[in-house]
């Protein structure tokens, strides 16, 4: 089983969602998860992991499914610096392969371009527990015929939606 996670987040609190699915090129995920998460960290740059890691373990935490890769937005590794991605693969102990989506281009990262559908911005892809570039063939074959795909917006969409359906005044 394959998990697409993301968090949002509002002035005192975040949301971490997760979209579980089978198959890479799914468009309808099989289960959906929320987790509202307290005592988040500041932003730190350089040090996001320290803020994001925690609501990302917190809704694998709920999670039935064996999931065997996790994907995330964001970057694996950053460079010679660990990502998010590296993090979580550790916190996880380095036994679920974590798969990095990113959309912005970080100079360091050793990522593999991904271009979908119509768009001539790539996704850039990074992982750990699996090759880049076995991974980014993996995303290309996602469902969506967009740059973006399903499952990752999907997640995204989760998290923002119940964020703000549900937000706190703490």
Not at 71 to 97: C, F, M, N, R
Not at 119 to 125: A, E, G, N, Y
Not at 155 to 169: E, F, G, I, N, W
């Amino acid at each position: 089983m394959i998990a697409a996670l993301d968090v949002h987040y509002d002035e005192v609190s975040a949301l971490a969602a997760a979209v579980v699915f089978q198959n890479w090129e799914d468009a309808e995920s099989i289960h959906e998860y929320t987790v509202r998460c307290h005592g988040i960290a500041s932003y730190i740059p350089g040090q996001f992991f320290q803020r994001e890691l925690p609501c990302l373990l917190a809704v694998l935490g709920v999670i039935q499914e064996p999931i065997d890769v996790v994907i995330i937005d964001g970057y694996v590794a950053l460079g010679d610096t660990p990502g998010l991605g590296s993090h979580l693969w550790e916190a996880l102990q380095q036994k679920t392969v974590v798969v990095g989506v990113a959309k912005t281009r970080f100079h360091s990262a050793p990522a593999v371009e991904v271009c979908r559908g119509l768009s001539k911005t790539p996704l850039l892809v990074t992982a750990v527990g699996m090759d880049n570039a076995a991974a980014a063939a993996k995303v290309q074959t996602m469902a969506g015929s967009h740059r973006i795909p399903t499952m990752t917006k999907k997640v995204d969409q989760l998290a923002r939606k119940v964020c703000a359906a549900s937000p706190t005044h703490e």
